[in-house]
């Protein structure tokens, strides 16, 4: 069985040779492009792991976190670069009310992006956002495989990248002011939800049209697990959105992989019957609240769940920490789970983080054949 195929067959509940491996930031589509990655270390590990872990070909999709308005009404307006890398960029959005402008910078080294402000700051200006007209973003297309690569098209799997659909409203503005909003103008806050679950459901009706998309990834529900907000907020602005659009991939042939950092012990039971193929990071304490045992535990092989060995462990543990941490992960079954790393190598791979994440995939290697 190759990677690929051990990747889809555990996702999809069956039973696969090994325990598939998926080690964010060493997922290279071809070797070529491998071989092009400046970082030493890194073209190290991801040599060793080519032959054990399936890459991505991933199409755009064009969601954002601005009430996915078509990228055809905003434009970068201004552009800087200061002496550390850091590249801040101001982007304007042209609305039939007036612009509106947002600011992110972007730190290369540590591959790293915020928000320095945000296009929405008052009721006003969720207005003048929400009258810009919905049209499909210029370019959606859905992905032509017979243009990739022979090895590529071996190894890697079809994906797509979208958001909660809450997540395009929340991220529109500063966090507080979505919570208090969420307190105040909770009408408001479902309804907007409801605008960019609509926007998202066109996109992937063009996206899934072509049968060629296998997997979609969809990120943000953290935003609103414990403490963040209240579980009255989730089971509201997530599960019948999420449950909705997983749906639509389901009916087109599609996996659904659901991504959420922190605390998820009180919102596990919820991701699984909104339908969710995979869930990942599963993380244990301190920087989430259940052990991946436990969690499988609870999953009861009704969905893959993908865990986990801290990135912090890796970038500043010995190699007998991260073999502890990859031990832990192996507790409990070894069926309808992925061993993966919480995030990727943020930054250059030091020798330290090579040595470690030498010491996972050895782990890795003796742990994982299913017999």
């Given amino acids: 069985m190759n990677h690929r195929e051990r990747l889809l067959t555990t996702i999809r509940g069956n039973r696969a040779d090994r325990v598939p491996l998926a080690l964010e930031g060493l997922d290279f589509a071809t070797r070529a492009e491998l071989a092009a990655h400046p970082d030493a270390n890194l073209r190290e590990l991801a040599g060793r792991c080519f032959d054990h872990m399936a890459g991505d070909r991933v199409t755009p999709s064009f969601v954002n976190s ?8 905003m434009r970068q307006s201004e552009r800087t670069e200061t002496a550390d890398g850091t ?7 042209d609305t039939p009310k007036g612009p509106l402008s947002a600011v992110t910078s972007c730190n290369p080294a540590g591959d790293t992006t915020w928000q320095v402000s945000y296009p929405v700051e008052s009721l006003e200006e969720i207005d003048c956002i929400r009258s810009v007209p919905w049209e499909l973003p210029a370019g959606l297309r859905p992905p032509d495989p017979s243009q990739w690569p022979d090895d590529s098209r071996r190894r890697c799997i079809s994906r797509v990248n979208i958001s909660s659909p809450f997540v395009c409203v929340a991220g529109m503005m500063p966090y507080q002011y979505f919570l208090e909003l969420c307190a105040t103008e909770l009408g408001l806050i479902t309804e907007l939800t409801e605008v ?8 992937l009706d063009v996206l899934l049209a072509g049968g060629h998309i296998e997997y979609v990834w969809m990120g943000g529900c953290e935003w609103l697990t414990p403490p963040m907000a209240s579980p009255q907020l989730y089971e509201r602005l997530v599960q019948p959105f999420e449950a909705d659009l997983i749906r639509r991939c ?20 919820l991701t699984i019957r ?4 995979l869930f ?3 993380e244990p304490p301190p920087d989430g609240d259940i052990p991946f045992a436990e969690a499988k535990e609870l999953a009861a092989g009704r969905m893959t769940l993908g865990g986990n060995v801290e990135a912090r462990i890796l970038a500043y543990g010995t190699p007998d920490e991260v073999e502890a941490a990859t031990r832990a992960a192996f ?3 070894k069926r309808r789970m992925i061993l993966r790393t919480s995030v990727g190598p943020l930054g250059p791979v030091t020798d330290r983080m090579l040595a470690n994440y030498h010491r996972l995939i050895d782990v890795w290697e003796e742990l994982s054949p299913l017999g």
């Avoid at 601005?66 to 009404?73: A, M, N």
């Avoid at 590249?87 to 959005?93: C, E, G, H, N, Y």
């Avoid at 909104?274 to 193929?277: E, F, L, N, T």
């Fill in 66 to 73: 601005y009430l996915v308005t078509p990228p055809q009404f």
């Fill in 87 to 93: 590249v801040t960029t101001v982007t304007q959005i």
């Fill in 196 to 203: 960019c679950h609509r926007r998202t459901a066109d996109v």
């Fill in 250 to 269: 389901h009916d087109a042939g599609a996996l659904v992989h659901l991504h959420c950092h922190g605390n998820v012990r009180s919102t596990l039971e």
């Fill in 274 to 277: 909104r339908g969710a193929d």
């Fill in 280 to 282: 990942e990071p599963v």
């Fill in 331 to 333: 507790e409990g079954t």
